[in-house]
């Protein structure tokens, strides 16, 4: 009889698996907003000259496709009033610049005029300290056996700053973000530390220390705490809706999704030993 039973109740699980189908609900879709990938990175020893920004609006749940936005005019302004004008590439929500003039404690203006609605921002382009080293230890972690790495760098005297990390690994899918401010070791030496508890001898990293703004460090922040994990990029698309810098200035209400940010960048490469 037990058998009997047995036999019985694995048929009806195999029925019940047999009968699963996929249920998709009626979502709400609000209409579409602009969304604005638009930091301005200065690499260290690089000009600078050449820099992207890409558009492209928010879209359904069940959309696999992101739609990108053409035939928008994009320029940038410093406080001089020269004007870098952004060039879109082959309708792909792409616009680039190939003159930009990068310089730190400048502040720059964002103009967008999409669909004869304008939006702007600014911000100011910040600096950063130099990697001045990068040691590996071989008994970090929580259980003392992991590989770590600390980037180490001299935050500058009586200046306040405000960092974000960026950890690269060539043999993993994430990468890791974090953001810092300097009210514990100002004008000291101090680090950024990778956040990966599977690194091996062979591993490629590459990590990058960005200067931002205190406005910018407290937007990355709460990204950080919506998603709920420092892996992915800050600087894609927001993954809810955030409010950044960005305004629209001829109708307030229809707000972009997005921030305007400038960086200088120092980032070097080191493998795990």
């Not at 000009?47 to 359904?60: E, H, P, R």
């Not at 259980?143 to 043999?171: A, C, H, M, R, W």
Request: with cysteine.
């Amino acid at each position: 009889m037990k058998k009997i039973k047995l036999i019985i109740s694995i048929l009806f699980s195999l029925f019940l698996m047999g009968c699963e189908d996929v249920v998709e609900l009626d979502l709400n879709t609000a209409p579409p907003k602009l969304v604005v990938e638009a930091s301005i990175f200065w690499f260290k020893n690089v000009s600078g000259k050449d820099q992207k920004i890409k558009l492209t609006t928010t879209t359904s749940y069940y959309n696999t496709e992101i739609p990108v936005v053409s035939g928008a005019t994009i320029f940038i302004k410093n406080s001089s009033n020269t004007q870098f004008n952004f060039t879109e590439l082959q309708n792909s929500g792409e616009y680039v610049c190939n003159n930009f003039v990068p310089k730190t404690n400048e502040t720059y203006t964002l103009t967008i005029t999409y669909k004869n609605e304008v939006y702007t921002a600014s911000e100011t382009l910040k600096s950063v300290a130099p990697i001045t080293k990068i040691i590996q230890n071989n008994n970090g972690g929580f259980t003392g056996d992991q590989i770590e790495i600390k980037s180490y760098f001299n935050d500058p005297v009586e200046e306040t700053n405000y960092y974000l990390y960026k950890y690269n690994y060539t043999k993993q899918v994430t990468q890791n973000y974090y953001a810092d401010e300097d009210t514990f070791f100002q004008g000291n030496e101090f680090f950024s530390i990778s956040q990966s508890d599977d690194l091996k001898p062979g591993d490629i990293i590459e990590v990058s220390h960005y200067g931002i703004s205190k406005s910018y460090y407290n937007y990355i922040n709460i990204l950080i705490n919506i998603s709920g994990s420092v892996s992915g990029s800050p600087f894609q698309s927001p993954p809810a809706t955030v409010r950044g810098n960005i305004i629209n200035t001829t109708n307030p209400n229809n707000y972009a999704l997005g921030y305007f940010s400038l960086s200088e960048v120092d980032s070097q490469t080191y493998t795990i030993e």
